[in-house]
Every structure is written in structure tokens, then in C-alpha cells.
């Protein structure tokens, strides 16, 4: 008789795997019980993310590797619980798509060819199918750790799709027009965003213990996992200023302490969840936006993250690169700066 066919929300994940009554969950393998609490059925949990790292930590990993989908399942077992918890999302949905299309294929069988043909297949979404290259190729890297390949079969070989970087830059009237319909909240983080240049995920984090004699004490998430290297942004007037109104507009305590948060909701909880995600902030800035669009001359939507680039623009490159944390100024210059460049002509 025929397996039966996965139903379309559990396709892409590990065999095995099956949604039901609101969680993941894996029947295990006859004879394995004994490694799943004694269980034919055993719930890995409610999101994506806690059902793989449930899954790495109970699974007996094999040692050896034969399909790409052998490699992508131990990749995802080892290395993407490791990530942050957006990272690990992007991660899992990417080797849903690969495990599809490479996944039946011999370790050693990949060649140079058959990821331009991925990437052809993909040709409407090249910045996806560039991350996606990027972590079959961080999987084989790993391979070769590991010892299931000796050969990396797309490291140097192929050449992804290329990519535009952003190039909006918000004018200085654009962003005071912006500001005469910001609420306190969205404008005190203004005022703060465009001081520091951190990211909003980096902004949303600061605590009032983080607000020391000598600045503003960070420790960038981009660069904290790899190098762990903290920043102080040291105090100006104008960054005191805006601290000050930051501070000002936070939500007074009701029954228990508000939270140590420098921005923070309206019951005193953090905008950014554990997940990485900030679903309250975005509702602001989105509202925020709606309303510049209709009440002001503003004429063109501008994104949080422009923010960032606006402050990289504003100032020497050396400066901003220093600000922004960038080991590397082509970075900064590539991505961030987004004046364009003023030359004299020929006399």
C-alpha cells in the first residue's frame, strides 16, 4: 500500500513531523522510545522555534550524513537553534525550500550548475534566494567540519544574484513635516534614532541602567554573537536632550514598577519581544506613517531602518562607520550612505 500523502501545512518539515491540536509533534520511530520519555507520540512544542530546538536536543544526531536532506536536517538540529530567534525562522523556511529541491540529491553530488539553476528558478526573488544560497553553503561548510565532505561545492564557484541596496534618503524636510503628526512616543525615538544610528532592535533594548556618566552603554545584537564588542555613544547635548524626552514620555506605574525598558509599552512591558519580533512598535510607526502621508506634503513613505542610513549620510564616513559599528567602511559607504556624491566640473 501507498504512504499516505503529508497534508500541505506539514510539508517542508521533517519527516515525521505533524501539526496538531495547536503544536508540533513527532511520532517517533519503533524502537526509539526509550530516547522520547517512553512515547509513540511526543510534542516538540507550539512555535517552530521551540519544536526544533526540542528536537535537537532529544535527538541522537548520526554521525554520518548521506542526502543533502541528512546534511540540512543536521544543520538544523546543530546550528540554527544557535541563531537569534528571527534568524532561526528565516533559517527553517529556507531549508524547507532547499530540503525540496536538493534534498533527495547525494552529499557529494551538488555541483556549481545545479545552484545557478536554483537561483535561475528564483529569479523573482533574489535577495530569498540569495540568503537561501548562503545557508547551503554555510551547510557544507559545516560538512567539511564535520567530516561528511571534503570538497565545498559552491564556496567561491558561484556568483549570487546581485543586489541593490536600499537608496531612500529621507530629506530634512521630509522628516520635519514627518515629525509635526509623530505622537511623543514615535518622536522622542526619532530623536534618539538619528543621534545614534543604532537599529531599532538595539534601541528597544536600551535600559535606563544603560544610560551610564560617560553615554549610552550598547552592545549591538549584530555584533555581540560574533565579537561580543560594546559601544559607548558618548553624551552630547542634543543626545541628552532627546534621552530626556524619551524619558519623559515613558508610562507612569499603575500597580507595579514600570520596566527598566527606555521605550516600553503602555503597561510597561518591552516593544521587543523574544522573539525579535515588535509587533506594538511597528503598529505605531505604521499609524505614524498613515498619518504623514494624508496630513502633511510629505509625499513619499520612508522606513524605520532609513533612519539609520540618513544618520550614516549626515556625517564623515569615518565618523559613521565608528557610529554604526562597522568593522569594514565599505560597508557603511555601500549600504548606508545614501547621499549622492557632489563633483566639480571640468574647467
Given at each position: 500500500?501507498?504512504?499516505?500523502?503529508?497534508?500541505?501545512?506539514?510539508?517542508?518539515?521533517?519527516?515525521?513531523?505533524?501539526?496538531?491540536?495547536?503544536?508540533?509533534?513527532?511520532?517517533?520511530?519503533?524502537?526509539?522510545?526509550?530516547?522520547?520519555?517512553?512515547?509513540?507520540?511526543?510534542?516538540?512544542?507550539?512555535?517552530?522555534?521551540?519544536?526544533?530546538?526540542?528536537?535537537?536536543?532529544?535527538?541522537?544526531?548520526?554521525?554520518?550524513?548521506?542526502?543533502?536532506?541528512?546534511?540540512?536536517?543536521?544543520?538544523?538540529?546543530?546550528?540554527?537553534?544557535?541563531?537569534?530567534?528571527?534568524?532561526?525562522?528565516?533559517?527553517?523556511?529556507?531549508?524547507?525550500?532547499?530540503?525540496?529541491?536538493?534534498?533527495?540529491?547525494?552529499?557529494?553530488?551538488?555541483?556549481?550548475?545545479?545552484?545557478?539553476?536554483?537561483?535561475?528558478?528564483?529569479?523573482?526573488?533574489?535577495?530569498?534566494?540569495?540568503?537561501?544560497?548562503?545557508?547551503?553553503?554555510?551547510?557544507?561548510?559545516?560538512?567539511?567540519?564535520?567530516?561528511?565532505?571534503?570538497?565545498?561545492?559552491?564556496?567561491?564557484?558561484?556568483?549570487?544574484?546581485?543586489?541593490?541596496?536600499?537608496?531612500?534618503?529621507?530629506?530634512?524636510?521630509?522628516?520635519?513635516?514627518?515629525?509635526?503628526?509623530?505622537?511623543?512616543?514615535?518622536?522622542?525615538?526619532?530623536?534618539?534614532?538619528?543621534?545614534?544610528?543604532?537599529?531599532?532592535?538595539?534601541?528597544?533594548?536600551?535600559?535606563?541602567?544603560?544610560l551610564k556618566e560617560d553615554g549610552i552603554h550598547?552592545?549591538?545584537?549584530?555584533?555581540?554573537?560574533?565579537?561580543?564588542?560594546?559601544?559607548?555613544?558618548?553624551?552630547?547635548?542634543?543626545?541628552?536632550?532627546?534621552?530626556?524626552?524619551?524619558?519623559?514620555?515613558?508610562?507612569?506605574?499603575?500597580?507595579?514598577?514600570?520596566?527598566?525598558?527606555?521605550?516600553?509599552?503602555?503597561?510597561?512591558?518591552?516593544?521587543?519581544?523574544?522573539?525579535?519580533?515588535?509587533?506594538?512598535?511597528?503598529?505605531?510607526?505604521?499609524?505614524?506613517?498613515?498619518?504623514?502621508?494624508?496630513?502633511?506634503?510629505?509625499?513619499?513613505?520612508?522606513?524605520?531602518?532609513?533612519?539609520?542610513?540618513?544618520?550614516?549620510?549626515?556625517?564623515p564616513l569615518d565618523l559613521a562607520t565608528a557610529?554604526?559599528?562597522?568593522?569594514?567602511?565599505?560597508?557603511?559607504?555601500?549600504?548606508?550612505?545614501?547621499?549622492?556624491?557632489?563633483?566639480?566640473?571640468?574647467?
Open positions: 500500500m501507498a504512504p499516505k500523502p503529508r497534508q500541505p501545512k506539514n510539508r517542508g518539515y521533517p519527516t515525521s513531523w505533524r501539526w496538531k491540536h495547536g503544536a508540533w509533534r513527532y511520532r517517533v520511530p519503533i524502537g526509539l522510545e526509550h530516547l522520547w520519555d517512553g512515547k509513540r507520540e511526543f510534542t516538540l512544542g507550539r512555535t517552530d522555534v521551540d519544536a526544533y530546538k526540542t528536537w535537537a536536543d532529544r535527538l541522537q544526531l548520526h554521525q554520518q550524513a548521506s542526502t543533502i536532506a541528512d546534511l540540512l536536517e543536521r544543520y538544523q538540529q546543530q546550528i540554527v537553534p544557535t541563531k537569534a530567534a528571527r534568524t532561526q525562522r528565516a533559517n527553517n523556511e529556507t531549508i524547507r525550500r532547499l530540503r525540496k529541491v536538493f534534498g533527495h540529491m547525494p552529499i557529494q553530488a551538488l555541483k556549481p550548475v545545479h545552484v545557478y539553476q536554483y537561483l535561475d528558478q528564483r529569479r523573482d526573488r533574489p535577495t530569498s534566494a540569495n540568503r537561501d544560497v548562503e545557508v547551503l553553503s554555510h551547510a557544507y561548510t559545516k560538512a567539511i567540519e564535520w567530516g561528511v565532505a571534503e570538497v565545498h561545492p559552491i564556496k567561491g564557484k558561484v556568483i549570487a544574484h546581485s543586489e541593490r541596496p536600499r537608496d531612500r534618503y529621507v530629506e530634512d524636510w521630509e522628516l520635519i513635516e514627518a515629525l509635526r503628526v509623530a505622537n511623543k512616543v514615535v518622536h522622542a525615538y526619532i530623536g534618539v534614532k538619528l543621534l545614534t544610528g543604532l537599529r531599532r532592535a538595539d534601541i528597544l533594548s536600551l535600559r535606563v541602567a544603560d550598547v552592545r549591538p545584537r549584530k555584533t555581540a554573537k560574533t565579537t561580543g564588542k560594546r559601544l559607548i555613544i558618548a553624551w552630547t547635548d542634543a543626545l541628552r536632550q532627546a534621552v530626556n524626552e524619551a524619558m519623559a514620555v515613558r508610562p507612569q506605574p499603575r500597580v507595579v514598577p514600570i520596566a527598566s525598558f527606555l521605550f516600553c509599552a503602555s503597561g510597561g512591558q518591552p516593544y521587543l519581544k523574544a522573539n525579535g519580533k515588535a509587533g506594538g512598535f511597528d503598529s505605531l510607526w505604521m499609524r505614524f506613517m498613515d498619518r504623514a502621508m494624508t496630513e502633511t506634503t510629505l509625499e513619499d513613505r520612508f522606513q524605520e531602518r532609513d533612519l539609520r542610513a540618513k544618520t550614516a549620510s549626515d556625517m557610529l554604526l559599528g562597522h568593522a569594514d567602511p565599505r560597508i557603511t559607504k555601500r549600504v548606508y550612505r545614501r547621499k549622492p556624491d557632489v563633483v566639480k566640473p571640468l574647467k
